[in-house]
């Protein structure tokens, strides 16, 4: 048995907003700032409904380039992101966490869609963009985390060393907790998403093992690359 679910309305969309009015609340009745809150939110909302439209161009586009055009938009993207947490430094930084992303995630995004997919050809929008996407954007968190903790630790006068290995180890425990996870806390997006549409859970499970492999290797590669180049920002007379 198949089973599908049907368009959601603006109206029926509208009630996925109680529980967000509800923390909203929460914010205001215990006197804290709701205004990062609400900008995320509004951005939230705007980016995806624009995102949408967007996409349904990209599916029909048979242009290599223009794939091209947004994974390079994605990698200068979520590296600006990344560097958020950081205070100090940011547009010295961003050279290194640009390297870092668009090496670690893409050098598995490679692996990915031209070994495990085999995509033909091998920019096929459809798998493409949002493999990348769930990809840069997974690096972008891990390298985010490991660039606010590198930092902190390096203010506390830790040794390069010490806080290499602190940083990257809290910039993985999201991923790693997530591997724990799956399957018996959370059914992950991709999954949930394909059997929503009908596919065999079993071969969901497949797909999903592939995208946290995937989550879990370019995260932890793009973390590396950038601690690794932060040894001859932090410590340039070692070198």
Request: glycine content about 6%.
């Amino acid at each position: 048995m198949t089973y599908s679910i049907g368009i959601i309305h603006f109206s029926q969309l509208s009630l996925a907003f109680i529980p967000v009015l509800c923390v909203l609340l929460i914010f205001i009745r215990w006197s804290l700032s709701i205004k990062q809150a609400v900008y995320a939110l509004l951005r939230m909302f705007s980016q995806l409904l624009l995102i949408g439209y967007t996409l349904a161009f990209i599916f029909d586009t048979e242009n290599s380039y223009v794939i091209l055009g947004i994974l390079f938009f994605m990698c200068l993207t979520s590296s600006w992101i990344a560097l958020g947490t950081v205070a100090d430094n940011r547009l010295q930084l961003y050279q290194y966490a640009l390297l870092a992303i668009s090496l670690g995630g893409g050098l598995t995004l490679l692996l990915i869609t031209q070994g495990t997919l085999q995509l033909t050809p091998w920019y096929t929008p459809h798998y493409m963009v949002p493999i990348a996407g769930m990809i840069f954007a997974n690096s972008m968190n891990s390298v985010s985390l490991a660039a606010e903790r590198l930092q902190a630790e390096i203010k506390h006068q830790d040794s390069f060393t010490s806080a290499r290995n602190k940083a990257f180890q809290a910039a993985m425990i999201p991923v790693v907790n997530s591997l724990f996870a799956v399957g018996l806390v959370s059914l992950p997006g991709m999954m949930t998403g394909q059997i929503l549409s009908g596919t065999e859970p079993f071969i969901a499970a497949r797909y999903q093992i592939m995208v946290m492999a995937m989550v879990f290797g370019s995260s932890g590669l793009s973390t590396a690359i950038y601690l690794l180049c932060m040894r001859r920002f932090y410590t340039p007379l070692t070198l």
